[in-house]
Nanobody, 129 residues
Framework: QVQLVESGGGLVQAGGSLRLSCAAS????????MAWFRQAPGKEREFVAG????????VYADSVKGRFLISRDNAESAVYLQMNSLKPEDTAVYYC??????????????????????WGRGTQVTVSS
């Protein structure tokens, strides 16, 4: 199983930017789909963005399209989420997730919680109005 550690969260004013990082410790990192999810207080965890092993296929939730950018550096075994034009409703704990079984070297990017079998502990993002 993948070990995932998120960083980069914090407090930012509306309209500001943050860049989240996810460090992965797994030999097969270069072959797997990765994603970011988030969970706001009292709400279910939801998909934010994901990308396939090469980064050639990216998928975004409608709520973040045009504002967030997901990327990966396979040489560093890391995934990033650049968040721009942040809104108070982006406030949540952000989780890095991996599909580390199946879909190796695939274009597939899932958007459902149950498809991801490895999770980080999350990093808090708070956007003030």
């Amino acid at each position: 199983q993948v070990q995932l550690v998120e960083s980069g969260g914090g407090l930012v004013q509306a309209g500001g930017s943050l860049r989240l990082s996810c460090a992965a410790s797994i030999r097969i990192f270069t072959s797997i789909t990765m994603a970011w999810f988030r969970q706001a207080p009292g709400k279910e965890r939801e998909f934010v963005a994901g990308l396939n092993w090469s980064g050639s296929n990216t998928v975004y939730a409608d709520s973040v399209k045009g504002r967030f950018l997901i990327s990966r550096d396979n040489a560093e075994s890391a995934v990033y989420l650049q968040m721009n034009s942040l809104k108070p409703e982006d406030t949540a704990v952000y989780y890095c997730a991996a599909i580390d079984r199946g879909h190796m070297f695939s274009d597939y990017v899932g958007a459902h919680l149950a498809e991801y079998n490895s999770w980080g502990r999350g990093t808090q993002v708070t956007v003030s109005s």
